[in-house]
């Protein structure tokens, strides 16, 4: 009975937060795969393209609920999301018009590239705190939990509980249908055979007929969707905070460096390495270890939260050291 507590301990506190947290990582990683893979630099303005585009979501659903639409047990935000990714892939477009268009056309070097990202990150930051503040906010409606730890706890008669969130069950579920999507596009739509041929060779796919401002578009429009989705989900699961979504850009990279800067596959994979890492190394083990039958002293925790952002650190600085293609064999960094 004890081992069954202790792996539903196990699967409560770190499988499940991690497999969601995952989830969001390797949405966010994908999207920061694929400006890298096509687009050739460095996207430092991710986080904030999840934030500004999370915060639209939100204005959009207090919109909806104002009027009295809702989904039921599901969030409001589900509704509110494809308004949220139109109008910021409006934005980024304008952007990309305004500002990388410019040093594309110049082949300037990725470093240029990355540095006009950071200055785009500064201003999507400033907007975005404009919009909706920096207050913390919680924009969850619907029901709570699919199963909860009284449920579970009655149903199998055993002292450790489990419970689920909607909103982790809906980032898990949402991230497969994601990358489902996704990877048909790629493999066999023809826009996604391009963006992939651009990818590969943009010299020979130019000569091929390939529209390369066709193929920016595209990368920049699925990105931004898979951003936005990306920072909605976080915002679901957790809560919505301007500045938390900066924090989360060291992880999303390291995802992506870990599975292959550059490559789809790695970048999901990536995401759940570091989350899992993550959530493992600043787990206290010390319920678990007493119901396996040790009596330890300590919390049997190797780092507190507060630093689990060094865990993405750790992992990104000995994938560049050891394996910079990372485990499937992206583009090297």
Same mark, same amino acid.
């Given at each position: 009975m004890d081992i069954l507590n202790a792996l $539903?301990? !196990? #699967?409560?506190? $770190?499988?499940? @937060? +991690?497999?969601? *947290? %995952? &989830?969001?990582l390797a949405l966010g990683a994908l999207g920061v795969t694929?400006? *890298?893979?096509? =687009?050739?630099?460095?996207?430092?303005?991710?986080?904030?393209?999840?934030?500004?585009? +999370? +915060?639209?979501?939100? #204005?959009?659903?207090?919109?909806?609920q104002s009027i009295g639409v809702s989904l039921g047990p599901l969030p409001t935000a589900l509704l509110a999301l494809p308004f %949220? !990714?139109? =109008?910021?892939?409006?934005?980024?477009? %304008?952007?990309?018009?305004?500002? /990388?268009?410019? *040093?594309?056309?110049?082949?300037? &070097? @990725?470093?240029? =590239?990355?540095?006009?990202?950071? %200055?785009?990150m500064f201003i999507m930051n400033g907007l975005t705190r404009l919009i909706i503040g920096v207050d913390e906010i919680r924009f969850d409606d619907g029901a709570r939990f699919l199963i909860t730890v009284q449920q579970f706890r009655a149903w199998t008669g055993l002292s450790e509980g489990l419970s689920l969130r909607v909103s982790q069950a809906l980032t898990l579920v949402v991230t497969a249908l994601a990358c489902w999507a996704l990877f048909r596009f790629l493999n066999r739509s023809r826009?996604?055979?391009?963006?992939?041929? *651009?990818?590969?060779?943009?010299?020979?796919?130019?000569l091929s007929g390939i529209d390369p401002e066709r193929v920016v578009r595209l990368t920049w429009i699925i990105a931004t969707a898979l951003a936005v989705t990306a920072g909605t989900l976080y915002g679901l699961d957790k809560s919505f905070k301007v500045f938390n979504y900066f924090q989360i850009l060291l992880p999303i990279f390291a995802a992506a460096i870990v599975g292959g800067l550059g490559n789809p596959l790695g970048a999901v994979a990536g995401g759940f390495i570091v989350a899992f890492s993550e959530v493992a190394v600043t787990y206290p083990w010390r319920k678990i270890a007493t119901y396996l039958g040790f009596q330890p002293d300590?919390?049997?925790? =190797?780092?507190?939260?507060? /630093?689990?952002?060094a865990v993405s650190f750790v992992i990104l600085i000995v994938v560049l050291l050891f394996r910079p293609t990372g485990l499937f064999r992206g583009k090297s960094v």
């Open positions: $539903v301990a !196990i #699967l409560n506190f $770190v499988v499940i @937060p +991690a497999a969601s *947290y %995952g &989830a969001q694929l400006i *890298y893979g096509i =687009l050739r630099f460095s996207n430092f303005a991710h986080g904030d393209t999840m934030a500004f585009g +999370a +915060a639209l979501v939100i #204005l959009i659903t207090w919109g909806l %949220g !990714i139109a =109008l910021t892939a409006v934005f980024i477009l %304008g952007t990309d018009r305004v500002v /990388y268009r410019f *040093y594309r056309s110049k082949r300037s &070097a @990725p470093i240029i =590239l990355v540095m006009a990202s950071v %200055g785009v826009a996604g055979k391009a963006m992939r041929a *651009y990818s590969d060779n943009e010299d020979l796919a130019l300590g919390l049997l925790q =190797l780092l507190s939260t507060e /630093y689990k952002f």
